[in-house]
Every structure is written in C-alpha cells, then in structure tokens.
C-alpha cells in the first residue's frame, strides 16, 4: 500500500541550529501514529514542515501524491490535513456555537453569505460538530471562558471543520488533570474511528503513546532514532538510551 504523507529527506535549520534533520517518513492511510522524542527534539517543528507553516531547507513532503512543498498553510487544509496548536488557539471571544460555525465558513469559503444568512449559516453541521467533541451542552458559552479540557475539545471541532483525512494533534492533552487527558484520548479515539481518520500526534505522556499509537516514531535532535510498533520501539536499545530509559515510562 502506498504512502498517504511521504517525507523524504527534510532539514530545517534556526539560524545554523539544526532542528530537523534528514527526516524521512512514510504514514499509512489508517494508522494512528505517534511523534515521541524529548522537549526541544523537534516534533512541533515537524509539523509545522508539514503543514506549511514552515518552509524546510531541503526534502519532500507529499501527502496522497501531491507535494505540498511552498504550499501556504490554507492549501494544505483544503487538501485534507488539519492540526490542533499545541497552544490553544480559538477565538476567545465569540462563543463556543460561533468558532465551530466560523471555521465551517472558513473552510466552505462563504463569507460573503453570512451577511445574510447570519446565525443560521451551517446550523447544522455546526450541531453536529459540537455533538461529536462532547459540546453540545456548551454551545452558547464564551470560548475563552471554557475549562482548559473544554477548549481543547473546541479545538477539535474547529479542526473538524474541514473535513480532514489527516489529523494531526501536537500534544492533545498537555496540561490537562488525568481525567481530562482520560477523556480526551477517549474521545479522539472515538472520533478517528467514527470518521475513519489517520493520525499522527505528539504526547509527552507515555502511557497515552503506547496504549492508542499503532506505530511510534522517534526524534532526538530532530533526527528519527527508530520508527515501528511499539514493542519494537519500547525494546529499541538506542531508543532506550536516549530516551525512555533515561525518563523512564511507566
Ligand atoms: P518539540 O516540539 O519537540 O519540543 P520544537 O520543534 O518546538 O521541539 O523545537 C525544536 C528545536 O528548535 C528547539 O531547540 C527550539 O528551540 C528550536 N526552534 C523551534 N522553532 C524555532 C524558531 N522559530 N526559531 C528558532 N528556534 C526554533
Ligand atoms: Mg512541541
């Protein structure tokens, strides 16, 4: 089976500090597949390579078939790969029914309507959306004013929005109480499953890695150390050296 995203050979440097280097990937149409690696070893700037927004010094990226090499952030979107911020990033102001519905329009490309459609523009789907994250209750409340949990669960339906068959989360749980991190990971579960999606995310905490990644890849000073199943990867002896061994995994 061929490849959905294909990377070969990436590099990007900050100002002569190497922070991918010669990266080389392939995911799988289906997988849910983990970036695992230290703080700094370069999984945030990973994704932003793929999602156009970083250019990378050299390598290619396609994703089904299609470079995406010099795309802005918005092409790659529309072709199907959507990502959540490791910082939140709603609209703080409007309310939770409004980013959903906002990012709908976005993507549908009808601003020109909701002058005169207003509040009705894709109801629907906009329910839908919301029902799907866990939201629905919360429709009418101030993004901003949401719990951490919650806003991290409006993320999701604002990346929902455009329909992707590739999602990318970096660190989805971060900051949240164990019980939040329990039902976030709950319920991406659910949703990756329900919409059939593939997945490629980032997470500091090992117990979410290993219980819901297919397959694990790992960085260390922006070079992939090893990639495969977890088993593979847990018994990994560089892997084990550089990384899980030193912090250890429980
Ligand atoms: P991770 O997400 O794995 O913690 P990052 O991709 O955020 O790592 O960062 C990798 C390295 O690249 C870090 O040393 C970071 O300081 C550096 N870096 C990331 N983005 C920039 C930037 N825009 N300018 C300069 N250095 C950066
Ligand atoms: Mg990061």
Do not use: C
Request: no cysteine; net charge neutral.
């Amino acid at each position: 089976m061929s490849a959905m995203l294909s990377i070969q050979g990436l590099w990007k440097s900050f100002a002569g500090f190497v922070a991918t280097r010669d990266v080389s990937f392939e995911l799988k149409a289906g997988e849910t597949h983990a970036i695992i690696g230290p703080n700094g070893a370069g999984k945030t700037t990973f994704f932003n390579l793929i999602t156009g927004h970083l250019k990378p010094d050299k390598g290619a990226v396609s994703f089904e078939g299609r470079t995406l090499i010099g795309m802005p952030p918005h092409k790659i979107v529309r072709l199907g790969i959507a990502r959540s911020f490791q910082r939140i990033n709603i609209y703080p102001r409007l309310s939770v029914f409004e980013n959903v519905q906002v990012a709908l329009i976005a993507h549908e490309g009808q601003q020109w309507n909701l002058l005169r459609v207003g509040r009705s523009l894709h109801r629907d789907a906009t329910r839908d959306l919301l029902e799907l994250v866990g939201l629905a209750a919360e429709a009418s409340e101030i993004g901003g004013e949401l719990s951490y949990g919650k806003q991290k669960q409006l993320e999701l339906a604002i990346a929902l929005a455009s329909k992707p068959r590739l999602l990318l989360l970096d660190e989805p749980t971060a900051g949240m109480s164990p019980q939040e991190t329990g039902e976030t990971i709950a319920l991406v579960r659910d949703i990756v499953k329900a919409r059939g999606l593939t997945l490629l995310f980032t997470e500091h905490d090992m117990s979410v890695v290993f219980g819901m990644a297919e397959r694990i890849s790992v960085l260390h000073h922006g070079e992939i150390i090893a990639s495969g199943e977890p088993d593979a990867v847990r018994n990994d002896p560089e892997v084990r050296r550089v990384y899980l061994g030193e912090q250890g995994h429980g």
